[in-house]
């Protein structure tokens, strides 16, 4: 889920309906991510995405290390 598009058009990408129809299809694994260009848009929305993903239905969001996923649970 990128965050980008928060701080220019107030949604997410893909759109929340999106990700929440891959959820229901059985999707687990998700990363997020804020697409900076700029230090002061570093992190921004993640804190919301984690709620919006916990509130679909995520336990986890999924960071790769050395090509492998790490699930870090969402609290």
Do not use: W
């Not at 893909?14 to 891959?22: C, M, R």
């Not at 694994?29 to 002061?40: F, I, L, R, Y």
């Not at 709620?51 to 649970?73: A, E, N, Q, S, W």
């Amino acid at each position: 889920v990128n965050t980008s598009t928060l701080r220019t058009v107030n949604m997410t990408m893909p759109q929340t309906d999106i990700i929440k129809l891959y959820r229901e299809c059985g999707g687990e694994m998700v990363t997020v991510g804020s697409d900076a260009h700029k230090p002061e848009h570093i992190a921004y929305g993640i804190p919301d995405i984690y709620k919006l993903l916990h509130d679909i239905g995520f336990k986890y969001i999924t960071v790769f290390r050395d090509k492998k996923p790490d699930f870090i649970k969402i609290v």
